[in-house]
C-alpha cells in the first residue's frame, strides 16, 4: 500500500530554515510526481510546488520561487522541501502528496503533515 | 483570496442532498485543466475525494459526485450523514501562474 511517511514536528525562528522529508513505499518512486502543500492554522490548503522523482526537475508556485527548494534522493524513495528566511506566516502544517504518472494528475495520496512553527 | 472560489460553508440535515461549487477562469477550470475534490475531516490530512471533474477512487461512497461546466464546477453529496462534516477542496491548474490552485474550502456541517 501506499504511505508518504513525513518527518517530525519543527520549532524555528525567524529567519531560520527548515527542511521537512517524505519517505514514499509501496509503489515506484520515480514514477509519480510528488506535491508540496502547506496550511496555515485555521486556512485553506496552498500548493507550494512539485518535483518529478525521476530526474529531479522542479516547478515552484510564484509566491515561495527564491526561498523554496524540492529535492529528491532516489536511494531512500525520499522527497525533501527546504524552505528558507522563515516568518512568522510560514507556520503551516506542510504535507507531502503524490501526484500521478502524469503531470496534471491529481494528489491521490497524501502524508501525515508536519508542523513547523516560526516563532521567537 | 484563492484562484477558485468556493461558499465559505454549506449545511444539511442528515438525508439530505447538498452542492458545493468551485468558480474558476478561463486560465484554470475553463479550458482543458480537470476538476479535483478533496475531504479534509478536523485535525487530518486531506484525502481525494473525486478525480478528473467526476470520477470516484474506490472505496469512496457513490453518495459523493462531481461534474464540471464551462468555467465551474460542482461537488454534489446525497443522503447527508453525520461522518461527512468536513472541509471541502476543489482544485485544478492554471496556466496564468503555471502552478496547481486550490478554492478557499468551504465547511460542510450536516444539522
Known amino acids: 500500500q501506499v504511505q508518504l511517511v513525513q518527518s517530525g514536528a519543527e520549532v524555528k525562528k525567524p529567519g531560520a530554515s527548515v527542511k521537512v522529508s517524505c519517505k514514499a513505499s509501496?509503489?515506484?518512486?520515480?514514477?509519480?510526481?510528488m506535491h508540496w502543500v502547506r496550511q496555515a492554522p485555521g486556512q485553506g490548503l496552498e500548493w507550494m510546488g512539485i518535483?518529478?522523482?525521476?530526474?529531479?526537475?522542479?516547478s515552484y508556485a510564484q509566491k515561495f520561487q527564491g526561498r523554496v527548494t524540492m529535492t529528491r534522493d532516489t536511494s531512500t524513495s525520499t522527497v525533501y522541501m527546504e524552505l528558507s528566511s522563515l516568518r512568522s506566516e510560514d507556520t503551516a502544517v506542510y504535507y507531502c502528496?503524490?501526484?500521478?504518472?502524469?503531470?496534471?494528475?491529481?494528489?491521490?495520496?497524501w502524508g501525515q503533515g508536519t508542523l513547523v512553527t516560526v516563532s521567537s | 483570496q484563492s484562484v477558485l472560489t468556493q461558499p465559505p460553508s454549506v449545511s444539511g440535515a442528515p438525508g439530505q442532498r447538498v452542492t458545493i461549487s468551485c468558480t474558476g477562469s478561463?486560465?484554470?477550470?475553463?479550458?482543458?485543466?480537470?476538476v479535483n475534490w478533496y475531504q479534509q475531516l478536523p485535525g487530518t490530512a486531506p484525502i481525494l475525494l473525486i478525480y478528473?471533474?467526476?470520477n470516484r477512487p474506490s472505496g469512496v461512497p457513490d453518495r459523493f459526485s462531481g461534474s464540471k461546466s464551462g468555467t465551474s464546477a460542482s461537488l454534489a453529496i446525497t443522503g447527508l450523514q453525520a461522518e461527512d462534516e468536513a472541509d471541502y477542496y476543489c482544485?485544478?491548474?492554471?496556466?496564468?501562474?503555471?502552478?496547481?490552485?486550490f478554492g478557499g474550502g468551504t465547511k460542510l456541517t450536516v444539522l
Open positions: 502528496a503524490r501526484g500521478g504518472v502524469r503531470f496534471l494528475e491529481w494528489l491521490g495520496y
Open positions: 509501496g509503489y515506484t518512486f520515480t514514477s509519480y510526481y
Open positions: 518535483i518529478n522523482p525521476s530526474g529531479g526537475s522542479t
Open positions: 478561463s486560465s484554470n477550470i475553463g479550458p482543458n485543466y480537470d
Open positions: 478528473g471533474n467526476s
Open positions: 482544485q485544478s491548474y492554471d496556466s496564468s501562474l503555471s502552478g496547481w490552485v
